[in-house]
Nanobody, 124 residues
Framework: QLQLVESGGGLVQPGGSLRLSCTAP????????IGWIRQAPGKEREGVAC????????NYADSVKGRFTISRDNAKNTVFLEMNGLNAEDTGVYYC?????????????????WGQGTLVTVSS
């Protein structure tokens, strides 16, 4: 079973930036589409971004378009989420996840695997 590990969360001031990473020790991520989901306190889970196995196609939630960038380096077996212009609404636990059948169209409701999450706190 695919196991995903997130890192890179932390405390950042409004307007700041963070880069999250998602790896899969012992597995080859290039076979999987990977997305990022966030869970904010008191809010529903939100699919933030997804990237296809080749990296050729990405899609984003409207709430993060123009501020977040999802990318991958298959040689390093890592998927990234670059987050810029952060605000308090971006606070939450961020999970990377693999949608079923390696399709971003299955994201975020139909998942094969997800990680333990990394906390992002945007506060002054």
């Amino acid at each position: 079973q695919l196991q995903l590990v997130e890192s890179g969360g932390g405390l950042v001031q409004p307007g700041g930036s963070l880069r999250l990473s998602c790896t899969a020790p012992g597995f080859t991520l290039e076979y999987y589409a990977i997305g990022w989901i966030r869970q904010a306190p008191g809010k529903e889970r939100e699919g933030v971004a997804c990237i296809t196995p080749s990296g050729g196609t990405t899609n984003y939630a409207d709430s993060v378009k123009g501020r977040f960038t999802i990318s991958r380096d298959n040689a390093k077996n890592t998927v990234f989420l670059e987050m810029n212009g952060l605000n308090a609404e971006d606070t939450g636990v961020y999970y990377c996840a693999a949608p079923q059948l390696a399709l971003c169209s299955r994201f975020p409701d139909n998942l094969d695997a997800w990680g333990q999450g990394t906390l992002v706190t945007v506060s002054s």
